[in-house]
C-alpha cells in the first residue's frame, strides 16, 4: 500500500507516519519510510526511538538514491 500525506511543516505527517510504522511493526509487518538523504539520518533515529529494536526488524528508512540502486 501506498500512502501520500501532504501538509505545513510542524502539522504531525512524520509523527503519524512513524506511528502508523509502529503498529505494522507490532503486527510483525514490513514497512518502508522513503525519505530525501539529507533527512535519513535523522529519520532513522525517529523511528527507532518510535519503533525501538522492532523498528529495525520491520521498517526501514531508505532515500531517493538508495531505492534506485535496490530496484535495479
Known amino acids: ?13 512524520t509523527t503519524h507516519l512513524l506511528e502508523q510504522m509502529h503498529r505494522l511493526a507490532n503486527d510483525h509487518r514490513p514497512s518502508v519510510l522513503l525519505v530525501p538523504e539529507s533527512g535519513s539520518h535523522q529519520a532513522e533515529r525517529r ?3 518510535v519503533c525501538g529494536n522492532r523498528g529495525g526488524a520491520y521498517a526501514t528508512v531508505t532515500t531517493f538514491s538508495k531505492l534506485t540502486e535496490d530496484v535495479l
Not at 501520500?4 to 504531525?12: A, F, K, R, S
Open 47 to 49: 523511528l527507532l526511538s
Open 1 to 13: 500500500m501506498l500512502t501520500i500525506l501532504t501538509g505545513g511543516p510542524g502539522c504531525g505527517k
